[in-house]
């Protein structure tokens, strides 16, 4: 094969591939964009605002992100983690000693069943009602907070998401500019060098020489 037929078709080639990597990276940042609007526009709506921070609690205030955001309203993903994680979270654990929703459905329906099971003249029933109230209370505000906390995850993961597409898209638009290069300067090379030049051409070995024959007398 020709050199200048080799340049030709690897330039043409890497332009092909170096086209395809920049509409690879147009998709991946128009991904990036639209999970970035999408999550301030779905946070923004439900209007939630971080604690001023002269009304921070001491264990709140511990939290740097809460602190940073003290007083602003919610609309990005980080956001959404720090609220969730270092806001919800931190109130979820001391409405019932660290248990969760599920945790407390056990004791709850043994409550039932025992309250089901005891006597209405009982001593001990307007007892049991009371710690029905109280884990029925606290289901139901954990079963709201951690359905909340879920929900901002979920977003933070979305938005997440969408930066790691955004790396994407400018890594192979950085790509698709280096191959561009090296493309082009291969089409160059190409054109420049002459149409009879061979690639790699085979060696030609020299012929052995025959030694002289001798005559004898």
Known sequence: M????LDIITGIGGLVIATMLAVLGVVMLNNASFAKSYVKTQ???QHVVFTAKDKLTAEEAQSPCIVANAGK???TGKQAECYANHYIGLHVQSVAKGKTYADLGGPL???QAQIAATKANDPALPDLQKQLATITAQRETLFHGE???GLLLTSYGFSEMGAKAGQAGTVA????GVLALLALAGLVHGVMTPATEAFAPA???PRARRAPAVVEA
Request: charged letters at 35%; proline letters at 0%.
């Open 203 to 205: 060696e030609r070995k």
């Open 109 to 111: 329906f043994a409550l």
């Open 147 to 149: 359905t909340l906390r």
């Open 2 to 5: 020709k050199r200048r037929t």
């Open 173 to 176: 638009f950085l790509g698709a």
């Open 43 to 45: 946070l923004s709506e």
């Open 73 to 75: 309203a919610l609309t």
